[in-house]
C-alpha cells in the first residue's frame, strides 16, 4: 500500500472536510486522524456517503475512525486508480 495520495485526491478530501463539514483548514495535516476531523458519529457516516456519492469510493467507518488524513487520501487514492 502507499503512503502518500497524489496531490488532487488529498485536495479532494480537504474540500470535502472544508467545504462539507466545516473542518478548520489549518486542522488538516498529513498526521491529523481522521476521527479529530471528523467530531462525531454522524460526520464519520456522512463522510463515508459523500465519498462514495462524489467519488464512486468506499470507505468504511473503521477507516475514517482509525486513519490520519495521509493515510487515508493514500487508501482513497488508490481505490480511484483502481
Known sequence: MG???SPA???LI???LVGKFEV???AIRADAHMAELLADSLMV???AITLKDDLGVS???DEL???TFAEFSARVD???AG
Request: aromatic fraction near 0%; avoid cysteine; charge should be negative.
Open 78 to 80: 488508490e481505490r480511484r
Open 9 to 11: 485526491t488529498a485536495d
Open 45 to 47: 457516516v456522512e463522510m
Open 59 to 61: 470507505a468504511t467507518e
Open 3 to 5: 503512503t502518500s495520495a
Open 24 to 26: 478548520d483548514p489549518a
Open 14 to 16: 480537504t474540500g470535502l
Open 65 to 67: 475512525r482509525e486513519l
